[in-house]
C-alpha cells in the first residue's frame, strides 16, 4: 500500500469529478426537458467526465495517504470542482468566465455572494444547479471538518477526533467513509423536512426546493433576487429554524436524533451558540422597534442574527437600510460564525470560547505566575497545541481580512464596501454593507478583485490555515529520492 499513497490525490480529484460530470448529465436532461439551454451542461458532464478518466487512472482507490497528500486532495478538490462546475454558468449563463467562477466557487463553498444581476435571464435550471452547488458544498465541508481536518491536526479540529461519529482507529478512509454515512443520513432528512415546510407554509415547488438546499448548507443563494424579503413571515420561520440546524455541529445532531437527546443541552459550544443568537436577537429586536411593529422587528431581528451568524446570507429586509447601530450587531456577529462540524462558515464559536478562556487564563498567570492553570472547555482540558492551533488560526483570520480590505481600498472602493466584503468572502457569509449590500451584487468589481475575493472565500472555507501552510518554505521541501514526493508528513 505504502507504493500508492502518492497517487491518493488524482484518485480524490477523478472521483469528484466524476460525482460532478455525473451530476451535471442530470441537469443536461432536466434542462433539455424543460426547453432551456442545456450546452453548458453538458460540456460541464464531459469535462468532468473526462477527467474522471485520465485522474482515476492515474490514481489509486486503497491508497493510504500521509498529511501531505491529503492537504494535496482537500486544496485540489476546492479548486477544480467549482472549476467544473463554473462550465453551465459561462455556455448557458450570461457570464464570463472569471464571473462564472465566482459564482462557482461561492456557490461550493457556501458563501451566497453572487455576481448575477438579471435573474430573470438565468435560466430555472441553472438557479437550480446554483443552489445544489451550495447543497453539496455544504455536506463535503462537513465531512471535512468532521472526519479529515481533526485528524490532520488543523487549526485546532484535534479537539473534536473524539466525537466524530464513526471508528475510533487513525486511518483516514475508514474514517471518512463510515462519518459520512452518519452525517448525510442527517443532512437529507433535515433538508426534506425544511422543503416540505417551506411548501406548507405557501413556497412554491421549485423555490422550496432551491431553498431548503441552500439553507442546511448554510449558502443564502435564493431563485429571487430580492431574498426572502418576497416571502411572508412562514417562511422566514421555517427558514430560522433551518438555519439553527445547519449552524449546529452535525455530529452533536446525530448524537441527538440519534437517541442521545441531553448532548446538545450538555455542549458548552451549542449553549454558547445558542446564547449569542438569543443576546443578539434580543438587542436587534429592541433597536429595530422603531422602525417595524413589535413582531415584525422579532421576525427580522431573529432571521438576520441567525443568517449573519451561521453565514448563510438570507435577507428578510434591506438591512443596509437599517439604523448604523443595529448594522453594527451584525457586523459583530459576521467575526463570530456558527459551530465547528457544522455548515456555517466564519471563525467558529468554540475558537472563541478557547481564546476568552485563554486570555483568561493569562491574565490570572500575572497574579499567580507558578499556578498551574489548565484550559478547560466543559469537562474536558483543552490541549496546549490546540490552543497555539486556534491562536494562529485567529492571527491568520484576521491577517488576511485586513489585507484584502486594504487591497480592494486601493483599488478604488470605499472602506465600508472592502471591509465587509473581505469578511464576508473570508466568512463565507455572502452579503455585507455598502456596494454589496444584501440586495446588490459583486457584478462592479473589477476581475483583479473578484479574483482577490475567490481566493478569500476558498481560504475562509478551508479554514485559512489549511491554505497558508503551501506558502512555508518546507511544503516545497522535496524528500530522499525514492521516497516519492507527496507522502512524506
Not at 473534536?160 to 483516514?172: I, K, N, S
Not at 429554524?241 to 437527546?261: C, H, I, Q, S
Request: charge should be positive; proline fraction near 4%.
Amino acid at each position: 500500500m505504502t507504493r500508492y499513497r502518492s497517487r491518493y490525490a488524482p484518485f480524490v480529484l477523478g472521483t469528484g469529478s466524476l460525482a460532478i460530470g455525473a451530476v451535471l448529465a442530470l441537469f443536461t436532461l432536466a434542462a433539455a426537458l424543460a426547453g432551456e439551454t442545456w450546452q453548458g451542461f453538458a460540456a460541464g458532464a464531459m469535462l468532468g467526465l473526462l477527467l474522471s478518466l485520465v485522474l482515476r487512472r492515474v490514481g489509486r482507490a486503497r491508497a493510504e495517504p500521509a498529511r501531505r497528500e491529503a492537504l494535496i486532495a482537500v486544496l485540489g478538490t476546492w479548486l477544480l470542482i467549482p472549476a467544473i462546475g463554473a462550465v453551465p454558468f459561462v455556455v448557458a449563463g450570461p457570464l464570463g468566465p472569471i464571473d462564472a467562477y465566482f459564482e462557482s466557487m461561492s456557490g461550493f463553498t457556501t458563501t451566497g455572494a453572487t455576481v448575477i444581476v438579471d435573474f430573470e435571464r438565468t435560466g430555472r435550471v441553472l438557479m437550480m444547479w446554483r443552489s445544489l452547488t451550495q447543497w453539496i458544498g455544504g455536506i463535503g465541508i462537513i465531512v471535512l471538518f468532521i472526519a479529515i481536518f481533526p485528524a490532520l491536526a488543523i487549526a485546532g479540529r484535534q479537539l473534536f477526533f473524539a466525537e466524530a461519529p464513526g471508528p475510533t482507529e487513525d486511518r483516514l478512509l475508514p474514517r471518512l467513509r463510515n462519518t459520512a454515512n452518519a452525517i448525510l443520513v442527517v443532512y437529507v432528512g433535515l433538508t426534506a423536512v425544511v422543503a416540505v415546510l417551506y411548501v406548507l407554509v405557501g413556497m412554491g415547488p421549485y423555490d422550496a426546493i432551491a431553498h431548503a438546499l441552500t439553507t442546511l448548507a448554510a449558502g443564502g443563494f435564493s431563485p429571487h433576487p430580492l431574498s426572502f424579503e418576497s416571502y411572508g413571515a412562514g417562511a422566514s420561520w421555517v427558514a430560522s429554524v433551518g438555519m439553527l440546524f445547519a449552524g449546529a455541529n452535525f455530529a452533536l445532531l446525530y448524537r441527538t436524533f440519534g437517541g442521545r437527546p441531553r448532548d446538545i443541552l450538555r455542549d458548552p459550544e451549542f449553549r454558547a451558540y445558542a446564547s449569542i443568537l438569543a443576546a443578539a436577537a434580543a438587542l436587534l429586536v429592541f433597536l429595530l422597534g422603531q422602525t417595524y411593529a413589535w413582531g415584525e422587528a422579532l421576525r427580522h431581528a431573529v432571521f438576520q442574527a441567525l443568517s449573519i451568524m451561521t453565514s448563510t446570507g438570507y435577507a428578510s429586509a434591506d438591512f443596509a437600510l437599517w439604523s448604523p447601530q443595529a448594522q453594527g450587531v451584525l457586523v459583530a456577529l459576521m467575526f463570530v460564525g456558527g459551530s465547528a462540524g457544522s455548515a456555517a462558515g466564519g471563525v467558529k464559536v468554540v475558537r472563541w470560547l478557547i481564546l476568552a478562556g485563554h486570555t483568561r487564563r493569562e491574565v490570572q498567570r500575572v497574579l499567580h505566575p507558578r499556578a498551574v492553570l489548565p484550559l478547560r472547555l466543559g469537562r474536558r482540558i483543552v490541549p496546549e497545541e490546540v490552543v497555539r492551533a486556534v491562536a494562529a488560526f485567529a492571527t491568520v483570520y484576521l491577517v488576511l481580512t485586513a489585507f484584502s480590505t486594504l487591497a480592494l481600498v486601493l483599488m478604488g472602493h470605499d472602506a465600508l464596501t472592502a471591509f465587509t466584503a473581505s469578511l464576508a468572502c473570508i466568512g463565507n457569509i455572502g452579503p455585507g454593507l455598502g456596494a454589496v449590500g444584501p440586495m446588490l451584487s459583486y457584478s462592479d468589481f473589477h476581475g483583479v478583485a473578484k479574483g482577490l475575493l475567490i481566493f478569500d472565500m476558498f481560504a475562509g472555507r478551508l479554514e485559512v490555515v489549511t491554505v497558508f501552510v503551501v506558502f512555508a518554505r518546507g511544503w516545497w521541501r522535496l524528500p530522499r529520492r525514492g521516497r516519492g514526493w507527496a507522502y512524506r508528513a
